[in-house]
C-alpha cells in the first residue's frame, strides 16, 4: 500500500475524479473480512484495464488468465472487484463466486461508486484448462 500511495504521488491518476481516488483505501475497512481465513492469501487483481482501441483483442482476458495461473500455481484464490459493467467478463473469464457490492451499506465511501462486485476464483475449483 505504501509503494501504491508514493507512486500515486510522482504518477498522479489524470483518469479519476482527484475527489475519488483513494475511494477504495478509504472504503477498505468495510469488507476486509472478506480478505482474512482461508481467503487471507490471495491474487488480488487490482487495476487491470485496457486501452480502448484494444478492446476485444483478448488483452484484458490475456491479463486475467495471467493472474489465475500465478494463483493456481500457488493453490491460493484469485479475486478481482469488477468495475461497473465488466461483471460478465470478470464470470466469462472464471471467477465463479460473487461475494457482493464493496460498497454496500450506509457511509462506505465506495458506495457512490458504480460497480464493485466481489468476485473469487477459489483454489479448489483450479483444474486443467480451467483458466481460460
Same mark, same amino acid.
Given at each position: 500500500?505504501?509503494?501504491?500511495?508514493?507512486?500515486?504521488?510522482?504518477?498522479?491518476?489524470?483518469?479519476?475524479?482527484?475527489?475519488?481516488?483513494?475511494?477504495?483505501?478509504?472504503?477498505?475497512?468495510?469488507?476486509?473480512?472478506?480478505?482474512?481465513?482461508?481467503?487471507?492469501?490471495?491474487?488480488?487483481?487490482? =487495476?487491470?484495464?485496457?486501452?480502448?482501441?484494444?478492446? !476485444?483483442? @483478448?488483452?484484458?482476458?490475456?491479463? %486475467?488468465?495471467? *493472474? $489465475?495461473?500465478?494463483?493456481?500455481?500457488?493453490?491460493?484464490?484469485?479475486?478481482?472487484?469488477?468495475?461497473?459493467?465488466?461483471?460478465?467478463?470478470?464470470?466469462?473469464?472464471?471467477? =465463479?463466486?460473487?461475494?457482493?457490492?464493496?460498497?454496500? !451499506?450506509? @457511509?462506505?465511501?465506495?458506495?457512490? %461508486?458504480?460497480? *464493485? $462486485?466481489?468476485?473469487?476464483?477459489?483454489?479448489?475449483?483450479?483444474?486443467?484448462?480451467?483458466?481460460?
Amino acid at each position: 500500500m505504501l509503494f501504491n500511495r508514493l507512486s500515486s504521488l510522482v504518477y498522479p491518476n489524470r483518469a479519476i475524479d482527484p475527489s475519488k481516488e483513494d475511494v477504495f483505501e478509504r472504503g477498505f475497512p468495510y469488507f476486509a473480512e472478506l480478505w482474512s481465513g482461508p481467503r487471507a492469501e490471495t491474487w488480488y487483481l487490482e =487495476d487491470l484495464a485496457v486501452d480502448p482501441k484494444y478492446h !476485444g483483442r @483478448g488483452c484484458g482476458r490475456k491479463l %486475467v488468465r495471467w *493472474g $489465475l495461473e500465478q494463483a493456481a500455481k500457488e493453490g491460493v484464490c484469485a479475486s478481482v472487484i469488477s468495475a461497473d459493467g465488466k461483471e460478465r467478463f470478470y464470470q466469462r473469464c472464471g471467477f =465463479d463466486v460473487q461475494e457482493g457490492r464493496a460498497g454496500r !451499506g450506509e @457511509g462506505i465511501p465506495l458506495s457512490e %461508486v458504480a460497480g *464493485g $462486485l466481489i468476485f473469487w476464483k477459489e483454489p479448489d475449483n483450479y483444474s486443467k484448462g480451467d483458466v481460460t
